[in-house]
């Protein structure tokens, strides 16, 4: 018998963490699994547009890996779970900082705040940052209440940050314009 995608237990509004607990769909949990979910298929779309040769595209499938990792962690009740999960380490974000400074090597210095765009490229960056910021606000507030491993918002923190410096080492290989925020007066 082939395995069935659907399976009707959700269809009032509730779905299963990992250890079998019941929450609403709107729950903060839910909400913050699921932003990293979305995240992820942000990441799987910019990758899909990075050369596979590149150092970026492999460094991308890492972060599908760490986010599949994390939102383990996240859909997992912290008190009745029993499967061990696969973790997440401090080099994770060690690879992320690294890449930010080689990117940055060849960058010139920020002056001022850029306007997301100049190549659609870079704005499935963008739009994967965004994403990635609110990952982390949802993260931060289910830690308000609730257990959440500490490196979980830092690598979301790190992971916004590296993919923002990503976004403009993009503009400057695809030769886009980096369109300076300059507010009117």
């Not at 609403?24 to 040769?53: C, F, M, S, W």
């Not at 991308?60 to 997992?76: E, K, N, P, V």
């Not at 400057?172 to 300059?182: H, V």
Request: glycine share 4%.
């Amino acid at each position: 018998m082939a395995f069935k995608i659907y399976t009707k237990t959700g269809d009032k509004g509730e779905t299963s963490l990992i250890g079998g607990t019941r929450l609403p769909k709107q729950h903060i949990r839910i909400e913050a699994y699921g932003t990293v979910d979305e995240l992820n298929a942000h990441i799987g779309l910019l990758r899909d547009v990075i050369p596979v040769e590149t150092f970026t595209f492999e460094l991308l499938l890492h972060i599908q890996d760490r986010l599949f990792t994390m939102g383990s962690h996240l859909a997992a009740d912290p008190e009745k779970n029993k499967m061990t999960l696969p973790e997440l380490f401090d080099e994770d974000v060690t690879a992320l900082e690294q890449a930010i400074d080689k990117m940055n090597e060849s960058l010139p210095e920020m002056k001022h705040f850029v306007l997301p765009g100049g190549h659609i490229h870079v704005s499935y960056a963008h739009i994967a940052r965004t994403v990635c910021r609110r990952a982390e606000r949802a993260v931060l507030k289910l830690a308000e209440n609730e257990s959440v491993a500490p490196i979980i918002p830092q690598y979301l923190n790190r992971l916004s940050d590296y993919i923002f410096v990503l976004s403009r080492f993009m503009s400057q290989e695809l030769k886009a314009n980096e369109i300076k925020w300059l507010p009117k007066k």
